[in-house]
């Protein structure tokens, strides 16, 4: 086992993912010389060239585009967009055109992308560069969304989003870049569409995804303190989701409780509160119980964005709910 950071273990997950393919390329803003915002593809022109990583124009809508064109030529083009909010700009591209290319060519070709993208608050970083819209994309019919927790998942999941035949969402939670983690050596291998169980537990179920597993994670040692076992479900994949882990996991806890930083009206969370009450119906004893964000935008001040988020103490609350 090796530690490594978050934002590492992307980079070494696209480092990797193109010296094994010659078809990856990466594109996106400042992609090359800068190293990306953050500075995940530090070191990449660098060692692939200018061929292989490609700097765009300030225009996403540009960016998606010409990598949905280059997915259907042969390429498999991973493209980074600064901020998730402004992935507003890529609707036309991902949702009329990459999302629908197998369904119209009746399976004939399709688009080998990955549009990868941070989301989330923590850093005040204001309404405009910390919304989590992940669940806009997991509503389209032929788009595929991840979201890692950790080095391990972040490194598992790009590298199979990278090789999947079809365009996938990658989502990054930026709080999480500087966190440090254990992954394997080599690296562990993810499949789209898995969850995980981060912890075991016999009186709740907590799923979540991204950073709101730690907040999960957090909330289960101050619950355990209390008598209560907490189950924590990873999800790893909004689209497509695990929903037989969940499930059992339901079935062994018999009380649900879905949290994730994303606004919590008609997310993630809405859609795994109605799935487990249809099949999962004879297992409850409790009422399902959703944390997320207040139906507004991101504030842009620490304190009122810190209020924003969803905390410990509302998952504690949650589950108190329905243990009640």
Known sequence: M?????????????????DADPSVVLMGEDVGEAGGPFGASRGLLERFGPSRVLDGPISEAALAGAAVGAAMSGLRPVVEIMFMDFTTLVMDAMVNQAAKVRFMFGGQTSVPMVLRTPH????????????????????VPGLKVVCPSDP???????????????PVVFVENKALYAMKGEIADPP???????????RSGTDVTIVAYGAAVHTAGTAAD???ERGVSAEVVDLLSLQPWDEATVLASLSRTHRLVIVHEAVEAFGVGAEIAARMAQVGFDELDGPIMRVGAPFMPVPFSKGLEAAY?????????AVDKTLE
Not at 132 to 138: Q, R, T, V
Not at 152 to 166: F, V
Not at 193 to 198: C, D, E, K
């Open 2 to 18: 090796t530690e490594i950071r978050y934002l590492k273990a992307v980079n070494t997950a696209l480092s990797d993912a193109m």
């Open 120 to 139: 989330g608050g923590g850093l005040g970083a204001g309404p405009q560069h910390s919304q989590c819209l992940e669940a806009w994309f997991a509503h």
């Open 152 to 166: 391990a998942s972040a490194y598992g999941l790009l590298r199979a989003a990278i090789a999947d035949p079809d």
């Open 188 to 198: 562990a291998p993810f499949a789209i569409g898995r969850a995980a169980i981060r």
């Open 222 to 224: 101050r619950l355990a």
């Open 309 to 317: 988020m969803p905390s410990v103490d509302a998952v504690l609350q």
